[in-house]
């Protein structure tokens, strides 16, 4: 790879950023993966430059908008198509600012996940020149995640998950109006990327209009998009920012087959976040110690133990209704199985989940779900578990795969 002035930057930064703690930037090496705990604010190995280093390609997330880093094999492999059937056009700041009715929106914060996911749309073969494209993407002025790359600080100042500084727009009718405008002028379909919420929980309260998200010539591309709101054909459900886990541990995980896991299932999480983790406790201590549920704070197993311990790996919501813990489980060389009765199953549109794991609709029936996979055929189960490991590959385990997943289906 040609290293550019940019990256040169970025790794002079984080050089001498680390100081004397020289273990990080060996880390970053191809052949020795980061540790896993360098984004976590609570961890005496947190490292700001070295988690972003990691999960977006630079030091400093403000260097996306300014100078993107070049494609990883997974976005080249996942967004290099020789035919696009059909294409799109990413918005750039400076295309939708210089709009009399969206300068204003030059005040707004981005966040880190909005801008590497639309930087890495950028760079997408898909990705065209305006007049020629059939659907436009907007961008991501409310997909204001707080929590990710870097998580545990308690709230998005001390996390610092942005990419430009601003006030957060959420709120804000000028992003409604800016994008009726933008739509109207270029009277193609809009995408919109958003993070965290819907319609029925703080986004409907926030963007007032219905008909806003009703309007068959808005898509929506959001993390935890809701069912009874989800239209299908039109909107894609997206999954949270993925931990620095799922791509760190994926191959060695998926060399170890199912005969060689102990435990049928595993879940490790705060129980505290949701009523339906501490339910699902209770009811893995009546069925067995082959189902294992426990909270972050309990040091009986530790997040690798389990991720390479147990068969299936379940996906249980926490204060919203997702959970950025789907990556994970997905790229855990076991089995993902998703428990919710609201939130559509991450990327279905491109791949369905039943193809490489489980989706069980309630939040009560633990009993049910925990016979379905002591009973399901070994047979079954590998199918599941390969497929699993190539969806990890292909769309899941970083944010540049789950791009390329949103490109293929905006083709």
């Known amino acids: 790879m040609v290293l550019t002035m940019a990256h040169f930057v970025n790794l002079l930064i984080l050089r001498v950023s680390l100081g004397n703690r020289p273990r990080y930037f060996e880390s970053l090496q191809a052949d020795a993966p980061a540790s896993s705990q360098i984004c976590d604010m609570k961890s005496p190995d947190f490292h700001r430059n070295a988690c972003n280093m990691h999960s977006i390609g630079v030091a400093n997330p403000k260097l996306l908008l300014n100078s993107p880093p070049s494609p990883t094999s997974v ?33 707004c914060m981005i966040s880190t996940w909005a801008a590497k996911m639309m930087t890495s749309l950028q760079q997408s073969d898909c990705n065209v020149d305006i007049d020629a494209a059939r659907v436009i993407v907007l961008p991501g002025y409310t997909a204001n995640e707080c929590n990710w790359p870097i998580y545990g600080g308690g709230d998005c100042n001390k996390n610092e998950n942005h990419a430009r500084v601003g006030r957060d727009c959420r709120d804000s009718k000028l992003v409604e109006d800016c994008f009726k405008t ?36 808005f898509r929506w591309l959001m993390v935890g998009i809701e069912e009874r709101t989800y239209r299908k054909d039109v909107d894609m459900s997206l999954p949270a920012g993925p931990p620095s886990r799922a791509a760190e541990n994926a191959e060695r995980l998926s060399k170890i087959g199912l005969e ?53 790996h379940l996906i249980l919501r926490g204060d919203a209704i997702f959970s950025s813990r789907w990556a994970e489980a997905v790229c855990s060389g076991g089995i993902p199985v998703l428990v919710t009765k609201e939130w559509v199953p991450p990327l279905n ?63």
């Open 182 to 217: 933008l739509q109207r002028y270029y009277q193609k379909p809009v995408a919109i990327l958003e993070n965290k919420g819907g319609p029925g929980s703080t986004y409907e309260s926030k963007l007032e209009a219905d008909s806003f998200y009703v309007d068959p010539n």
């Open 349 to 411: 549109e491109v791949v369905p989940i039943d193809s490489y794991g489980l989706l069980h609709h309630s939040e009560s029936d633990w009993r049910g779900l925990f016979q379905k996979m002591h009973d399901m055929p070994a047979e079954t189960r590998e199918k599941l578990r390969t497929a699993a490991i190539n969806m990890c590959k292909t769309y899941a385990k970083t944010i540049e795969a789950q791009a390329s997943a949103v490109a293929s289906y905006l083709r």
């Open 260 to 312: 060689q896991r102990k435990l049928l299932a595993q879940f490790k999480g705060s129980l505290r976040s949701h009523a339906t983790r501490a339910e699902a406790r209770e009811a893995a201590a009546q069925f067995g110690p082959s189902i294992v549920i426990e909270d972050t704070e309990d040091g009986a197993h530790s997040f690798d133990d389990l991720l390479k311990g147990a068969v299936f």
């Open 75 to 107: 976005m080249q492999n996942g967004l290099r198509s020789p035919a696009c059937t059909q294409v799109f056009h990413l918005l750039q700041l400076n295309e939708t600012e210089q709009k009399a009715e969206c300068q204003d929106l030059k005040e």
